[in-house]
Structures are given as structure tokens and as C-alpha cells.
């Protein structure tokens, strides 16, 4: 981000608490994660995917900004722009699915051990699922 990153530490700080919060409140008895739910997923992913690139406009102005996606060489152009576009679109889409998953998974298991009455077995998988929901956190990052 480089020496304008302070600029935009609330909003990664914002989403890094919410993300945290949402997939660790599904360890409550009782509660459901927000992130096992597509909808919550692809609207943070939005709402982010969004931002960076309104963010990139202002700061490098609309020519520019667009400029990057044709790649260095003007002869690439009508190669690289399909291959950037639909990397562009791909990558909010596969963060989102990723965190959905996993929080879903997590609590499939869970309530499938819950069943038998057993208290090791989903302690062990609630703590699992505690472990998944910070790794999401620590791998995934806020920009598309």
C-alpha cells in the first residue's frame, strides 16, 4: 500500500473486524456465522471490490487507471484485456465462495457431532472452527 496506507487502515480494520467477529460468533451455542451465508460473503466482497477500484480511479484518473489493464506492450492489448477482466471478476467471486465454505462446513460439523451428545468430539470441532475462521482472516486480503 505503500506510504498512503494509513489512509485506508479503517477500512481494512473495519472489514478485518467484521470478518472476525462473524465467523467467530457461529463457537456460540445457538448463533449462526453471517459468513455462512452467500449473500453476506459476495456483498463484503463487493463492497470491497468497489472500493479498490474507486479508489484507484481517483488516484491515478480513469485513463490511467483503465491504461493498466492492457498491459505493456499496445500489440497485447486486445489479448490481455479479456484475461485481466475476467481475472478481476474472478478473484472477489473465489474469496467470497472460500469464506463461505469454510464457515459452512464448520458448522455442518458441528451440529453433526452435536447430535450424538458427546462433548469431546465438539469441543474438538468448535475449536476447528475457531482455528478456519482467524486462518481466513490471516490468508485472505482485504483488496480484489
Not at 459476495?42 to 479498490?52: E, Q, S
Not at 490511467?64 to 505493456?72: D, E, M, S, T, V
Request: positive net charge; glycine residues 8%; proline residues 8%.
Amino acid at each position: 500500500m505503500g506510504h498512503e496506507g494509513p489512509k485506508y487502515l479503517a477500512y481494512f480494520f473495519t472489514i478485518f473486524l467484521y470478518v472476525l467477529f462473524s465467523n467467530l460468533i457461529g463457537v456460540v451455542p445457538t448463533l449462526e456465522s453471517p459468513t455462512m451465508f452467500i449473500y453476506v460473503t459476495v456483498g463484503c466482497a463487493l463492497v470491497t471490490f468497489f472500493y479498490y477500484h474507486y479508489v484507484g480511479i481517483q488516484a491515478q484518473g480513469v485513463l490511467r487507471y483503465l491504461k493498466q489493464f492492457a498491459g505493456p506492450m499496445p500489440l497485447l492489448a486486445p489479448l490481455m484485456i479479456p484475461i485481466d477482466s475476467s481475472a478481476i471478476w474472478a478473484r472477489p467471486l473465489s474469496l467470497s465462495v472460500r469464506l463461505f465454505a469454510n464457515m459452512f462446513a464448520g458448522e455442518q460439523v458441528t451440529l453433526i457431532f452435536i447430535g450424538p451428545g458427546a462433548l469431546v468430539v465438539p469441543v474438538a470441532f468448535m475449536g476447528l472452527h475457531i482455528f478456519v475462521g482467524l486462518l481466513q482472516l490471516t490468508f485472505s486480503r482485504c483488496s480484489p
